[in-house]
């Protein structure tokens, strides 16, 4: 199975920019333009209906950021799933989606094994069932806050909601075990390099960070945390380019120098 951003991070621009209609809604008039929209934006599923029967996402034993993304386009054919899917409470979901007018065709799709129990299970299996199919797709309400629903054949419907990337100033990205950082809205930084603190200044502009000479704490720690910390201190210095997807920040200092950091 091929993963993507919800495996390891997946470099990408981020797109879903839609017009209001006059009434505050989007209409599906003009299906080719509108729905188009819905690729390469974050969709929490909210609730599935099968035969009738409503099933809502668990609250408990799902996994906290739920989602899933749709990405245009076929895999390798010799792999299984594509860069489409996600996670909706257990297992990591992938497949091929193809966007036709107001359809969203998916196909080729592939999911990791592990057992989900309870309504967390029973959830991902009426997901799947909806999902696995060429889906009529209906989108409703303003930019930032919009519904998808994906229609079946059967009539069976996913209902999806848009969410929004968490924004890259004031948010703590975990660089992995202790490390982490916080950029400010007033050009500093703040965090930890898994044993020491540290902060600086750090201009944001142009996808790209200015880090300028970063104040750190001088405790002693175990050789492979130092080691660790010299490297982070090492990517995290002068201008680095950086590339946000959703829930994941990629900052890039070389070709082969780069962390990967993710929303706590």
């Given at each position: ?18 017009v209001?209609?006059a009434?505050g809604?989007?209409?599906v ?11 390469d934006t ?13 099933y ?13 993304i749709?990405?245009p ?5 010799e ?21 036709q ?8 799709l592939?999911?990791?094994?592990m057992g ?23 989108l ?5 806050a ?8 059967q ?5 999806l ?10 948010t ?26 540290f902060?600086?200044?750090a ?9 300028g ?13 130092m ?8 990517i ?6 950086y ?19 993710r929303v706590?």
């Amino acid at each position: 199975m091929k993963r993507t951003t919800y495996a390891k991070y997946a470099a990408a621009a981020l797109a879903g920019t839609t017009v209001l209609a006059a009434c505050g809604t989007e209409s599906v008039g003009s299906p080719a333009e509108d729905i188009s929209t819905i690729a390469d934006t974050s969709w929490v599923p909210r609730k599935v209906t099968v035969d009738g029967k409503d099933y809502a996402l668990p609250t408990k034993g799902a996994l906290k950021r739920a989602h899933i993304i749709l990405k245009p386009g076929a895999a390798d054919p010799e792999e299984g799933g594509g860069d489409s899917g996600g996670s909706v409470g257990c297992n990591s979901i992938g497949a091929d989606v193809d966007i036709q007018g107001d359809t969203v065709k998916v196909s080729d799709l592939v999911r990791t094994l592990m057992g989900c129990p309870g309504a967390v299970g029973e959830y991902e299996e009426k997901f799947v069932s909806v999902f696995d199919n060429d889906l009529k797709a209906d989108l409703d309400g303003r930019p930032g806050a919009r519904t998808l629903t994906l229609t079946s054949p059967q009539d069976d419907t996913i209902t999806l909601r848009e969410e929004q990337p968490p924004a890259l100033r004031g948010t703590r990205w975990s660089l992995g075990g202790n490390a982490y950082l916080t950029l400010t809205k007033n050009n500093t930084v703040t965090g930890s390099l898994g044993c020491n603190t540290f902060h600086g200044k750090a201009t944001v502009r142009h996808g790209t960070i200015e880090f300028g000479r970063l104040a750190t704490t001088r405790m002693m720690c175990s050789g492979p945390v130092m080691k660790t910390e010299r490297e982070l201190a090492g990517i995290l210095s002068g201008k680095v380019s950086y590339q946000q997807e959703h829930d994941y920040l990629k900052i890039t200092k070389a070709p082969g120098r780069s962390v990967t950091a993710r929303v706590e």
